[in-house]
């Protein structure tokens, strides 16, 4: 499926979903909130969702440099933008990373090496993802017990997460039997190729992996300083987002209810991770009612979940799409 395609789905689902939604929870007190509304909160809640992409962009600039490779922060958060676009119509946001990885290559990285930031990222978020979910998950056990469905897309997620992080540590420690693996997988599906190109191809997947071994491996011994300072902002990257919903609350004269709210954003930060739809349409939206439904008043739910999705997921799209095509037009590819 090609990406105008993946964006239709996506937005459909989405718009279906929101639809179904305002329908089933607005009310006559829905419109008392909206008289009562502070514009000022939802442009800081955009202004958290713009602010953190820069706090990526330094994460990306911080790996990086710690290889060796000179990054401008405003290249990095131009790289972290470009993604965008793709990251959020596709399943799991997974379309992002081969995105960072070219645009990395493009500002001189090797394969490797940009392989290396990329999973890195994805390690740091594992990590954080791994610490804040008992807890979020405590704070929750009464719905995620009382909800069957919404425990089985935690557990599922849960499982996802384990796998994705077992993958990693299995890479790093045992490059060598993965080389072997995709050595096999490649020459069976490639059988039509000659010998000598399949080989060449093979030699060429051996090399970038013993490049990403080696950037790994370097990046946990000498980049003590550079994986702090990056821990420092995977933490600051998804808090940033997590305050989102309570700041839009805050703009409907609601309680922000800041400690359950992150934990909920938590809990569906894992729900999305499951490869359903495209972009997490659907899933998202649903999610974060049946989540939010236990401390926010019914009424509020659908202008919540249409003015966060806005905030977080169709700005994204905006902006990774102006970016996006800006970055083609200078390389002159279009």
């Given amino acids: ?76 958060t131009k790289i972290v933008v470009a993604n965008l676009l793709v990251a959020a119509i596709t399943p799991s946001m997974a379309g ?23 999973l890195g990222e994805r390690v740091l978020d594992g990590l954080f993802f791994g610490m804040a979910a008992p807890i979020a998950l405590f704070l929750f056990k009464d719905i995620v017990r009382d909800q069957i469905y919404v425990s089985m897309l935690f557990a599922l997620a849960g499982v996802l997460l384990c796998c994705l992080l077992g993958m990693m540590i299995y890479a790093l420690f045992r490059h060598d039997n993965l080389k072997r ?38 990046l946990l011994r000498e980049g003590k300083v550079a994986l702090t300072l990056a821990i420092i902002c995977t933490i600051a990257f998804w808090l940033l987002g997590f305050a989102i919903p309570s700041l839009i609350l805050m703009g409907l004269g609601a309680d922000p209810v800041w400690l359950y709210s992150i934990m909920a954003q938590i809990i569906l930060a894992l729900i999305m991770m499951i490869p359903i739809t495209p972009g997490s349409s659907g899933l998202a939206e649903l999610g974060l009612v049946s989540l939010y439904a236990t ?40």
Avoid: C
């Fill in 181 to 218: 693996w995709l050595s096999a997988l490649f020459r069976w599906i490639l059988p039509k190729f000659t010998r000598k190109n399949v080989d060449n191809i093979v030699t060429r997947i051996n090399t970038e992996i013993d490049n990403f071994n080696r950037s790994l491996w370097r």
């Fill in 96 to 118: 992002g990373e081969p995105i960072r990885i070219y645009l990395l290559r493009k500002n001189g990285m090797k394969f490797g090496d940009a392989s290396a930031v990329v």
């Fill in 1 to 76: 499926m090609d990406r105008k395609k993946w964006l239709a789905v996506s937005f459909t689902v989405s718009i279906i979903s929101m639809s179904a939604i305002l329908i089933l929870t607005v009310d006559e007190n829905t419109f008392v909130y909206l008289r009562r509304i502070q514009p000022i909160y939802l442009l800081i809640a955009i202004g958290l969702n713009i602010f953190s992409w820069f706090v990526w962009g330094l994460r990306i600039k911080i790996l990086a440099e710690s290889l060796g490779s000179k990054l401008h922060i405003l290249k990095s």
């Fill in 295 to 334: 401390f926010v008043h019914i009424p509020l739910l659908g202008i919540l979940v249409v003015i966060w999705r806005t905030v977080t997921y169709y700005s994204n799209i905006i902006a990774g799409s102006i970016i996006s095509l800006k970055m083609l037009q200078d390389e002159k590819l279009i």
